[in-house]
């Protein structure tokens, strides 16, 4: 079974902090994305990579940046987090061949106070 | 762009009732489609996909059918069941593109 591990499920921080999510793939994906979800909004892309040190931006990159150093792992990081990125965070991953299928995470639910 | 429309929810049945969600889309081309199912604390997983018009597809008793004529993509299931209780995603992929459009969801509530 593919499997898509985020590091945490809960997370609270503090206005101002720098927050790392961390998302890991066992399936040799090539395709790694980050989403948040919000109540009446669906799932919007952040940001997305289709190889190791390669990212594009999503529709909504602001405050947002990303790393993927390694090819099972995307990293998400909220420079310095605000109270409007409190939402919750899903990581998903494809394979380049795969019909588009994408695999997601359980999720992060983040808290900015 | 690509967009996809669910209707809003929640919708609320009482087991072994109909079920239909509808889904519309926006989109050059000729997308894939699909169904996505997130239970309570989890992320999403797929539930079903169609690539190409008038394909059908189904999975654990839900169906839909790829209408390119209405450009749609409903949802159905002909007896739900309380585990069925959770939120619903279209989706779209453009041909050639990674990415997926995600429509704002359904919550689908059934009661014993």
């Known amino acids: 079974d593919v499997k898509v591990t985020q590091s945490s499920r809960y997370l609270v921080k503090r206005t101002g902090e720098k927050v790392f999510l961390e998302c890991v793939q066992d399936?040799?994906?090539?395709?790694m994305f980050w989403y948040r979800q919000d109540p009446g909004l669906g799932l919007r892309l952040i940001y997305f990579?289709?190889?190791?040190?390669?990212?594009e931006k999503g529709d909504i990159p602001e405050g947002y940046s990303v790393s993927r150093e390694k090819k099972e792992r995307f990293s998400l990081i909220l420079e310095s987090a605000s109270t409007n990125q409190t939402s919750m965070y899903l990581c998903?991953?494809?394979?380049?061949?795969?019909?588009?299928?994408?695999?997601f995470g359980a999720g992060t639910r983040l808290s900015v106070l | 762009g690509d967009s996809v429309t669910q209707m809003e929810g929640p919708v609320t049945l009482s087991e072994e009732a109909f079920l239909t969600i509808n889904c519309t889309y926006t989109?050059?081309?000729?997308?894939?489609l699909f169904w996505y199912v997130q239970y309570p604390g989890e992320g999403l997983q797929l539930l079903l996909k169609?690539?190409?018009?008038?394909d059908k597809g189904s999975n654990k008793g839900f169906e839909a059918t790829y209408r390119k004529e209405t450009t749609s993509f409903h949802l159905e299931k002909g007896s739900v069941q309380v585990s069925d209780s959770a939120v619903y995603f279209c989706?779209?992929?453009?041909?050639?593109?990674?990415?997926?459009?995600f429509g704002t969801g359904t919550r689908l509530l059934v009661s014993p």
């Open positions: 169609a690539t190409k018009a008038d």
């Open positions: 998903a991953s494809s394979p380049t061949k795969g019909k588009n299928i994408q695999y």
């Open positions: 989706a779209l992929s453009a041909t050639g593109f990674q990415k997926l459009v």
């Open positions: 399936m040799d994906h090539e395709n």
């Open positions: 990579s289709y190889d190791v040190k390669m990212k």
């Open positions: 989109a050059t081309g000729y997308p894939s």
